[in-house]
């Protein structure tokens, strides 16, 4: 089946640096890739849609400049959350679609725990 | 546009007993419905996925969902739950050209011995 991976599974840090979390799809190509954000008990927010060679789609209220996506490949995209605060501690996610319309599916990551002191 | 809801943000069974998760969506386009499970701390997990071919959508792990187009339904079953059910269930529908899902609220499946 397809798999997609993260990394780093966890990461705590600073108030102030930046973090940057990578997502690969391991045996397929992923034109689109999406990040997901979830708060405890919660239910996923799509943060952004990442295509390949293009610039990142981002949902509304979610900023940009805050949550930097690259997806350089297509089988590689990140997400880099400058200048974290702890407000910005939580579980993102992220999945890469694969498979033609109607067919498509999404596959999901294990996920980043971030925690930001 | 697309959304999900989900009926009960908690459903509680016992141990070989019917499983029944409820997913009611709206959609202005014929939808592509997903379930789809969540581990503790573990990203989540393709259950089974309707995309207009049968009604009736086969999973893995027993599970199965039937899509009823006049009551906007897209219910999760299993006949005979089991203690590694016990997990977070979303319902999600694909909104529109972009692929992005839009997911239901979650429901927590607690499986009783």
């Known amino acids: 089946g397809a798999v997609v991976s993260q990394h780093p599974s966890w990461v705590i840090c600073k108030s102030g640096t930046s973090v940057k979390i990578e997502c690969r799809s391991l045996?397929?190509?992923?034109?689109?890739m999406f990040w997901y954000r979830q708060f405890p008990k919660q239910s996923l927010m799509l943060m952004a849609t990442?295509?390949?060679?293009?610039?990142?789609?981002?949902e509304q209220g979610v900023e940009k400049d805050k949550f930097l996506i690259n997806h350089a490949s297509l089988t590689l995209s990140t997400l880099t959350v400058t200048s974290a605060h702890p407000e910005d501690s939580s579980f993102y996610i992220c999945?890469?679609?694969?498979?033609?319309?109607?067919?498509?599916?999404?596959?999901f990551g294990p996920g980043t725990r971030l925690l930001v002191l | 546009a697309q959304s999900v809801t989900q009926l009960g943000s908690h459903v509680s069974v016992s141990e070989g007993a019917l499983v029944l998760l409820r997913c009611n969506y709206s959609?202005?386009?014929?939808?592509?419905l997903f379930w789809y499970v969540q581990y503790p701390n573990q990203g989540l997990q393709l259950l089974l996925k309707?995309?207009?071919?049968?009604?009736l959508v086969k999973g893995i792990n027993g599970f199965e969902a039937e899509f009823k187009k006049s009551e906007t339904s897209f219910h999760l079953t299993k006949p005979s739950a089991h203690m590694s059910d016990a997990a977070e269930y979303f319902c999600?529908?694909?909104?529109?050209?972009?692929?992005?899902?839009?997911f239901g609220q979650g429901t927590t499946l607690q499986v009783k011995p």
């Open positions: 999945s890469a679609r694969t498979g033609t319309d109607g067919g498509e599916t999404q596959y």
């Open positions: 045996d397929f190509q992923a034109t689109t």
């Open positions: 959609s202005s386009v014929p939808p592509y």
């Open positions: 309707y995309t207009s071919a049968a009604t």
């Open positions: 990442s295509n390949e060679g293009s610039k990142a789609t981002y």
């Open positions: 999600a529908v694909r909104g529109g050209n972009t692929g992005k899902l839009i």
